[in-house]
């Protein structure tokens, strides 16, 4: 990414510029406007603040999403020894710092504590720890219950947080519980009401984890290869991440992929043609060609178009495979192939590369299988490779290396 160009235009950029120079009392003020007007929008979330503390003391919240976070409060409220206040907090998402001071002409700090989440009520206590943060465990938004195999991917909502995370399914514990594994490294047993699947893709809405600083953007996935995703943040920033430092709100859950589609890859320095057989049964194979990918490139096909003009009925999956070949010297005479292992598994192709064509690799006879004896001119049998698919909501890919 081009920092010093992306991050002119980018929140991020300024408050880490303002941070680290002298801040004017222009911008100060306008500061102190704007976070009022934020507040003044914010609606929803209830958050008890008590003082259990033998003594009179003044609590203050602070945003813990960007290096200003010290310069000025959200809300700072005094309390009394038994006293309690009610925070409408808004429910925005964000986790918050409090500080908590006896009160004087110059407030003498006593404690602080960072990264409170955003569902967490806060005691003071005159005893360790000095702030008590504990989970309310608010109302949670439900998906519809489905039943999950070992290894499928998910995304997850754990009590007393707003928003869902990737994970992997580990086991199912009970018809109410499964064993998850977060991509962040945490275990937990969840309600199949909170998980979803794991339908992450292009365009889907995303919070990132900007750096790996702790503090969330929102964005769009730009691209994602397994657990690696690329985000275009909103105000222009991009960053190429891990699933583990991403998160996602109830209202984006990305909802299934109904479209099945292949990416297929070129590693090579020279052109790769290939083709694709699909089918299942014993008499509905297809091998249909040709397409080609340049050096260094990719092509993405909408397999479940190519299955629909195949003849292949909706709500069936077909078993995919894949051959590939160079360009190759002397009209093709040497060129590099990708074959698949199995010799007793071949697929009849066209040779002519600059004509497309579609074989049908057997016909019923009587309900018996005749195969295509692939005896014409300019035809061949080759062994092709089997495109296993992936867990739910990821692309299939193939790269030619």
């Known amino acids: 990414m081009n920092t010093s160009t992306n991050r002119q235009a980018s929140t991020r950029r300024l408050n880490d510029h303002l941070f680290s120079s002298a801040l004017t009392v222009t911008f100060f003020s306008l500061f102190l406007v704007l976070g009022s007007a934020i507040e003044a929008r914010a609606q929803g979330s209830q958050i008890t603040i008590k003082n259990e503390r033998n003594q009179r003391v003044?609590?203050?919240?602070?945003?813990?999403?960007?290096?200003?976070?010290?310069?000025r409060p959200v809300r700072c409220w005094t309390l009394s020894n038994g006293e309690t206040v009610v925070w409408n907090q808004g429910g925005s998402g964000y986790r918050y710092n409090v500080r908590v001071f006896k009160p004087?002409?110059?407030?003498?700090?006593?404690?602080?504590?960072?990264?409170?989440?955003?569902?967490?009520?806060?005691?003071?206590?005159?005893?360790?720890?000095?702030?008590l943060a504990k989970n309310r465990h608010p109302a949670r938004s439900e998906v519809s219950p489905k039943q999950w195999s070992d290894g499928d991917r998910v995304l997850v909502n754990a009590p007393g947080d707003a928003y869902w995370y990737p994970g992997v399914i580990e086991r199912k514990r009970s018809n109410r519980e499964y064993f998850i594994m977060l991509e962040n490294g945490k275990r937990l047993v969840i309600d199949p009401k909170y998980i979803s699947g794991d339908y992450i893709r292009e365009g889907t809405r995303v919070y990132g984890n900007w750096k790996r600083s702790g503090r969330y953007y929102a964005g769009r996935i730009a691209s994602r290869n397994g657990n690696a995703v690329s985000i275009d943040y909103d105000d222009g920033d991009k960053?190429?991440?891990?699933?583990r430092y991403t998160r996602f709100g109830f209202n984006d859950l990305p909802s299934e992929v109904k479209q099945y589609t292949v990416k297929i890859c070129n590693n090579q320095n020279e052109k790769v043609w290939f083709t694709l057989s699909y089918g299942y049964g014993r008499g509905n194979y297809f091998t249909e060609?040709?397409?080609?990918?340049?050096?260094?490139?990719?092509?993405?096909?909408?397999l479940s178009d190519r299955w629909r003009r195949a003849g292949h009925r909706e709500g069936v999956t077909p078993r995919t495979f894949i051959y590939g070949e160079t360009e190759g010297l002397f009209g093709g005479a040497i060129k590099k192939a990708?074959?698949?292992?199995?010799?007793?598994?071949?697929?009849?192709?066209?040779e002519d590369r600059s004509k497309s064509f579609r074989n049908t690799e057997a016909t019923l006879s009587n309900n018996v299988p005749v195969r295509n004896p692939c005896d014409s001119p300019g035809q061949e049998r080759v062994r092709v490779n089997a495109l296993n698919y992936p867990r739910r909501g990821t692309q299939l890919t193939w790269t030619f290396r």
């Open 104 to 131: 004087a002409i110059l407030d003498e700090k006593i404690c602080e504590k960072r990264a409170v989440w955003n569902s967490d009520d806060i005691t003071i206590q005159g005893k360790s720890p000095c702030i």
């Open 289 to 302: 060609g040709w397409w080609y990918v340049n050096p260094k490139g990719c092509y993405t096909i909408d």
């Open 338 to 350: 990708w074959q698949g292992a199995d010799r007793n598994f071949t697929f009849c192709i066209n």
């Open 239 to 243: 960053e190429t991440t891990s699933l």
């Open 58 to 71: 003044k609590v203050c919240v602070y945003k813990n999403t960007n290096a200003l976070t010290w310069l």
